[in-house]
């Protein structure tokens, strides 16, 4: 059971902005008025552009409603929005982003339409109340764990812990993502952080990782061989692995690190309806299940994952807090800056 | 006072066209570098005037270090380029060598090919440990690690040189086609070895033309946002173009880029103004007056050693790194190598269907491209006339405006465009206005360039001739200089046609989620690591721009892309 007992903290205070705008239309009404918008834009960080246009066309096809996917990693989209909104542009109708400090943020800031999704019902009760006022809600989750080249790298030799990335035989054989561009390398450079200290960067930065800003480039860099050993979220590196890349998982001893990525329909969305409805298809069992064949965690219990991949509740698993988030990736994204000079 | 009244009067309505044109020129030059310097002197939240910014900017050893590194890899790049283009050049403009046409085609073929696109190739080609090079010498010469890695300072100089050094070639063979035997000659007959009269006869005649090259190339060089953001940021190497993308990153400081835009700014002026000095020297020792023989020297043997070095140099620029993308652009994973099950479609057919994104940056691209080039050519064209025909006082003002863009590098320029029209009053933000709007006015000196040049080319006594029969102003432009224009100015059009397709420094700054272009998806693609179908987006491009080039070959004929225009 996840607990998010700051957040309920946080709602109170959010009340007297929350509860006004808190609307739970008749779905029928609110799907209507979608189709009338006929249109959405969707700034997605939390999963690879791939993966977001399928989604985005079996929305379609499923509404008639066209959907703009812009993908780009969690601090650049984020970026973008900020950017959109301090110039009163409305472009982006829905954000998912990796970052819960992002949310935290916009939501304080007034920049999220409070909208409670019926689906939210259908969903394990595990995933559901990230925002408890409702600004924001689990969309995703997945598992940062550690990644491999099984072609040249023996099962025995993998690194087994967090730890063992420090080994000297990694040397210019580590690929990140940058903490200050992507929102799963983020939340795992504050575990790093919180469990090892700046010596752990120290250590790292010896042994000249290549830093790319999204974290799908290290995954891309492992599976062509050009690096190694990487940590990265459990789903894309098991979907290339089926494509028949030689990549394979390594759960850490440390634990595994368990991000919840959020998404929510932003102040001035220009197809207000069209986002409420795509937050309803977020949780519905069409778009788990599109999560689910990319070996994502399934939040539906009636969705059940692909064979091979560990239960969360079998493995080892650290859950970062609110304060991990918030606090703690811009805090490290400076630190890796100061540390590897980028 | 009453003669002004009569003045206005008199006036031809033509006047009232050249009075729109120099508001256009203030709203797209000087208006964004005015608000690049205001708002870098302001802080955003007081509104007060501040030096902050800049102590913001500047107060980092980090963001200092970024601005040591560019001038060190410019003066890196600029030296490499020189150690290769000058005697390309002199082996071209001066010798027997063979192949000359196949060498300046190539050279043409370095310099269409987009930068990134090149960093992209040679990311396949030399990294470090799956790049094509170290994959063969750790198979075939048994090598346990890589040689290559292009993720290094000495990568990143490689890359931005083997795309810059046609702009020093250019300049040093235009500078040499001009140098005629006769001063040679008396060096020969004065007993100097062929050696000897290259070193102390050709070189210093042309030396200014090469400084004046190189000062354009290491412009370029620094100016540079593609390859430091694919090759730099992995080589962890800061300089200038990626500070201001982190500038640029939340929290965005529009302010602080600013501030620590202007000292760049102030660097590439400074250069420009040594740069033209230099050229404008170059008339009183080459010039004869006389139309002077100009013989090819004999090299002998060394003639095919001379085609040979020119091909080596075309291999790592052109040749290779084409061969690398068409095989990753059709492949299924670009390590696997060349093999019937490693072919697919399926990377254009994923750019193009699949990804509804890219398949609308191709449409923005070439509309994009077509505005600018068409209104950049309108406006330069107009101003041209008004320059040459002296039909305005301020001529010269006007001129200097048009070609001020050329050294703003395009960050800089996107980040005044950003701070002038992104919001109030404007709100241009994330519109396809605000591109082409910034591409006009960063290809408005290529524009202005070629369109004064070819106005100066037709006689005003055919327009004349208009007037004297009654006609007006506009109706001589139409009748007469347009018609007459045509094919010069296509050839105008094009040379901004092609730079604006492939344009990413000011395009990153101000595309929005509907008005993205290739260069950026690509720049995405490449980010995402998805190398494959970058490479079939990077191959898509280049062959829309060879078709392109192709046709203005055919149309205006073949070295309408190389021609120096001063």
């Known amino acids: 059971m996840i607990r998010f007992s700051r957040w309920v903290l946080a709602g109170v205070a959010a009340i007297l902005v929350g509860a006004p705008g808190l609307a739970r239309a008749d779905l029928k009404e609110v799907e209507a008025a979608a189709k009338r918008e006929a249109q959405l834009t969707w700034y997605v960080a939390s999963i690879d552009a791939k993966n977001a246009e399928k989604a985005g066309r079996v929305f379609t ?6 959907v703009d996917v ?8 984020y970026q973008r929005l900020e950017q959109d909104l301090s110039q009163s542009t409305g472009n982006a109708d829905v954000f998912s982003s990796v970052d819960v400090g992002n949310f935290v943020t916009l939501k304080k800031n007034g920049s999220l339409v409070a909208y409670k999704p019926e689906a939210v019902a259908q969903i394990e009760p595990a995933f559901r109340d990230l925002d408890p006022d409702n600004f924001f809600h689990a969309t995703l ?20 812990s967090w730890s063992d990335l420090l080994d000297a035989k990694w040397k210019g054989k580590i690929a990140f993502g940058h903490p200050a561009y992507s929102g799963f390398a983020g939340n795992w450079a504050a575990q790093m952080s919180k469990l090892y200290g700046k010596t752990y960067f120290e250590k790292l930065e010896l042994l000249q990782p290549q830093v790319g800003r999204s974290l799908f480039d290290a995954i891309n860099l492992v599976s062509s061989g050009e690096r190694l050993v990487t940590a990265s979220p459990i789903a894309p590196i098991l979907e290339s692995a089926d494509k028949g890349n030689p990549l394979t998982v390594q759960y850490p001893t440390e634990g595994a690190i368990l991000v919840l990525t959020p998404s929510g329909i932003v102040k001035n969305a220009p197809h207000p309806n069209a986002a409420r409805l795509f937050m309803e298809f977020m949780l519905s069992a069409e778009f788990n299940k599109i999560l689910a064949e990319a070996h994502y965690e399934t939040m539906r219990s009636d969705v059940k994952p692909l064979p091979g991949a560990k239960l969360i509740s079998e493995i080892k698993v650290i859950r970062p807090t609110i304060d991990d988030t918030t606090v703690g990736i811009p805090a490290v994204a400076e630190l890796w800056r100061d540390v590897f000079g980028q | 006072m009453s003669n002004l009244r009569t003045r206005l009067y008199n006036l031809e309505p033509s006047f009232l066209l050249w009075v729109v044109l120099v508001g256009v020129l203030a709203l797209l030059v000087v208006y964004p570098l005015f608000w690049l310097l205001v708002g870098s002197l302001y802080s955003p939240g007081s509104g007060e005037f501040t030096f902050a910014n800049f102590a913001t900017a500047y107060g980092r050893i980090r963001y200092i270090a970024a601005f040591r590194n560019s001038i060190v890899m410019g003066l890196a790049v600029t030296a490499a380029c020189a150690v290769v283009a000058v005697p390309m050049a002199w082996a071209v403009s001066r010798t027997n060598m063979p192949g000359k046409g196949l060498v300046r085609a190539l050279t043409l073929g370095a310099f269409i090919i987009p930068p990134y696109l090149g960093a992209l190739a040679w990311i396949l080609l030399a990294g470090p440990n799956a790049g094509w090079l170290n994959s063969a010498l750790k198979r075939f010469a048994g090598l346990e690690e890589g040689v290559f890695n292009i993720f290094s300072f000495p990568g990143l100089v490689f890359i931005i040189a083997v795309y810059s050094y046609p702009y020093l070639f250019v300049f040093t063979s235009a500078a040499l086609d001009t140098v005629s035997s006769e001063m040679e000659d008396a060096a020969n007959i004065l007993g100097a070895r062929k050696w000897q009269t290259v070193r102390r006869i050709t070189l210093p005649l042309v030396l200014p033309a090469i400084l004046g090259g190189a000062i354009i190339t290491f412009l370029e060089a620094i100016a540079l946002f593609g390859s430091p953001a694919m090759i730099a940021i992995p080589a962890r190497y800061n300089v200038v173009t990626t500070q201001l993308l982190e500038f640029f990153s939340y929290p965005v400081r529009v302010e602080v880029a ?21 050229i404008g020297r170059r008339g009183h020792v080459t010039l004869t007056g006389k139309g002077g023989e100009r013989r090819m020297i004999e090299l002998g043997p060394w003639r095919w050693m001379a085609l040979g070095g020119c091909l080596a140099v075309s291999a790592l620029s052109v040749i290779m790194p084409l061969v690398i993308i068409g095989q990753a652009a059709f492949a299924k994973a670009w390590t696997r190598g060349f093999s019937a099950d490693n072919l697919t479609w399926s990377n254009f057919h994923y750019i193009l269907f699949e990804q509804q994104a890219t398949a609308q940056a191709v449409i923005n691209t070439f509309l994009y491209a077509a505005s600018a080039a068409s209104f950049a050519l309108a406006l330069a064209l107009a101003i041209a006339y008004v320059v040459e025909r002296r039909l305005l006082p301020l001529g010269g003002l006007l001129g200097f405006l048009c ?28 519109t396809a206005a605000i591109m082409i709007l910034a591409f006009i006015t960063r290809f408005l000196p290529i524009a202005y360039a070629n369109a004064g040049a070819a106005i100066r080319g037709i006689n005003p006594e055919m327009e004349e001739a208009v007037r004297i029969l009654g006609g007006g102003r506009l109706l001589a432009v139409r009748k007469i200089v347009a018609p007459l224009l045509k094919n010069s100015l296509l050839g105008a059009w094009l040379l901004v046609f092609i730079p604006a397709t492939r344009e990413l420094s000011t395009a990153i700054f101000l595309y929005g989620p509907n008005t993205r272009v290739m260069s950026v998806m690509l720049l995405n693609l490449t980010d995402e690591g998805r190398l494959e179908p970058a490479a079939a987006f990077g191959l898509l491009l280049l062959i829309v721009i060879i078709a392109i080039v192709g046709l203005g070959y055919l149309l205006i004929g073949r070295d309408f892309m190389v021609r120096r225009s001063t």
């Open chain 1, 141 to 160: 989750a997945s598992i940062i764990i550690i990644a491999y080249n099984k072609q040249k790298v023996k099962p025995e030799d993998a690194p087994k």
């Open chain 2, 258 to 278: 600013e501030a620590y835009a202007l000292p760049l700014l102030a660097v590439t002026v400074a250069l420009y103004l040594l740069q033209q000095r230099l």
């Open chain 1, 61 to 66: 096809e499923k509404y008639g409603i066209k």
């Open chain 1, 70 to 77: 812009v993908r780009a990693p969690s601090q650049i989209m």
């Open chain 2, 403 to 430: 070609m001020a863009p050329f050294v703003v590098p395009g960050i800089v320029l996107a980040i005044g465009f950003y701070a002038a029209y992104a919001s109030n009053p404007f709100f241009l933000y994330g």
